[in-house]
């Protein structure tokens, strides 16, 4: 498609009728490939009317298979500039409505040139797996792109899960990885099942990485998780380490071609070591479909504005905070949620967990994790006060979690990421 001059406009395979009748308007997509197991919800979507009028199905039998076997051997590429749009990019969706990202074809190889040369430096005798959706841009990237770059090969998985993506990697001998922290954390602890030992690069991204998961997979496989922070806005990574300059816990420092800077609500640079909000600007940008109000929020005298709160420290390596609009603020005191679920995954009755802001008559705002417990352990006020007190003893006590809710998961986007905002809108709803 791209070849013949159009836009890509990948979507995720889990979307409804809805959702892709939406993204199809705000897009003005009126072509679509398919798979023909997922005919059921696009039909749908082409029969509520919009934008979207031709589709193409492939599979047994399907108009996409005859239609290749009729296409000539010999293709002509359409002729396209440098900054035409070749992506348009849907936010997966943490807060409010998906927002269409447009990135240029100088984009596209621009994340090449950046983070895949200057940190994963990816030979073509790689192997690349991941669970990552291709419509989210760190799949993209770590399925598609990269792999193309160098003319290395990609081991997609079918079904998503821990034991599909190790399957891929033992039966594919694959040498980078690409998941969330949550799946690299589920996968450590059944990765004695599986021949991993082929891995050279572990990319995460999505979310913050914890410490606890860094050291518990270099732990249990001798690989050091490359983490990085990216956003759809911004195409790919754009702050990382390479594995030799890896700090435990920080996200890194900005990938070459890149500029950053922790700044002040005034958007005036803050001293190192003070935490503020995170700018990043060149060589790729924010460019809202059809948004200007977001547009000019996230976009300012050209650096963008991720929502992302960080401290940048005297060597240069920034320290991912919060969302900032995660950021909790108790009795004057700013506590950081990720610092928080942090060290209760460092306690082995934890599997996972989500720490946000609950309202509190005294105190404004109070932490409150969201636990799911580890198979076999009991939940109550015992196991609380444990994790409680586990807590005060890792870090500062006035951060540890006040409120302790035991749930059975976490809700989260089709990417992976943690949804806090819905935990947060549950607890100031309630009072």
């Not at 709160?309 to 060597?315: F, M, P, Q, R």
């Not at 404004?364 to 807590?391: C, N």
Request: charged share 20%; net charge negative.
């Amino acid at each position: 498609m791209v070849k013949a001059g159009a836009i890509a406009v990948a979507t995720m395979p889990l979307l409804r009728a809805r959702e892709l009748r939406a993204i199809a308007d705000k897009a003005h997509v009126d072509f679509a490939l398919c798979d023909a197991a997922l005919k059921g919800e696009l039909e749908a979507a082409r029969e509520a009317g919009g934008w979207l009028s031709k589709v193409l199905y492939w599979g047994p039998g399907e108009g996409l298979d005859a239609a290749m076997a009729r296409s000539p051997t010999d293709f002509t590429a359409a002729k396209t500039a440098a900054d035409d749009v070749v992506l348009i990019a849907f936010t997966s969706g943490t807060t409010g409505a998906p927002k269409g990202c447009m990135h240029f074809h100088r984009d596209v190889m621009a994340m090449c040139d950046t983070y895949a040369r200057h940190i994963l430096r990816p030979v073509a005798d790689d192997v690349f797996c991941g669970t990552p959706p291709l419509a989210f841009t760190f799949g993209l990237g770590g399925l598609t792109i990269f792999p193309m770059f160098v003319g290395a090969a990609t081991a997609l998985t079918a079904k998503p899960g821990p034991e599909p993506l190790m399957e891929a990697i033992q039966r594919h001998r694959a040498t980078v990885c690409f998941t969330a922290p949550t799946g690299y954390r589920a996968m450590a602890g059944r990765a004695g099942d599986y021949d991993l030992s082929s891995l050279r690069a572990c990319v995460s991204a999505g979310e913050a990485l914890p410490k606890p998961t860094f050291e518990l997979w270099q732990e249990t496989t001798g690989v050091r998780i490359l983490d990085g922070i990216g956003a759809t806005e911004m195409l790919h990574i754009f702050i990382a380490a390479a594995e030799a300059d890896i700090r435990p816990g920080a996200t890194g420092t900005p990938v070459p071609g890149y500029r950053a800077q922790v700044i002040d609500d005034d958007g005036n640079p803050v001293p190192a070591g003070t935490v503020g909000r995170l700018a990043v600007k060149d060589p790729t940008g924010c460019r809202y479909l059809a948004d200007p109000e977001r547009q000019a929020r996230y976009v300012h005298d050209g650096w963008n504005l991720t929502g992302d709160a960080y401290l940048c420290d005297e060597d240069g390596y920034f320290w991912y905070q919060a969302r900032t609009d995660d950021m909790i603020i108790s009795s004057g005191y700013n506590i950081a949620g990720p610092e928080v679920e942090a060290a209760l995954l460092d306690h082995p009755l934890v599997k996972d967990c989500a720490v946000v802001a609950s309202p509190d008559e005294e105190r404004g705002q109070i932490p409150k994790a969201f636990v799911v417990l580890s198979d076999g352990s009991q939940a109550g006020d015992a196991t609380a006060k444990q994790l409680q007190d586990f807590v005060k003893a890792q870090i500062a006590p006035y951060k540890y979690p006040r409120a302790v809710a035991f749930v059975d998961d976490l809700p989260r986007t089709e990417t992976g990421k943690v949804q806090r905002f819905k935990l947060r809108q549950q607890e100031f709803a309630a009072g």
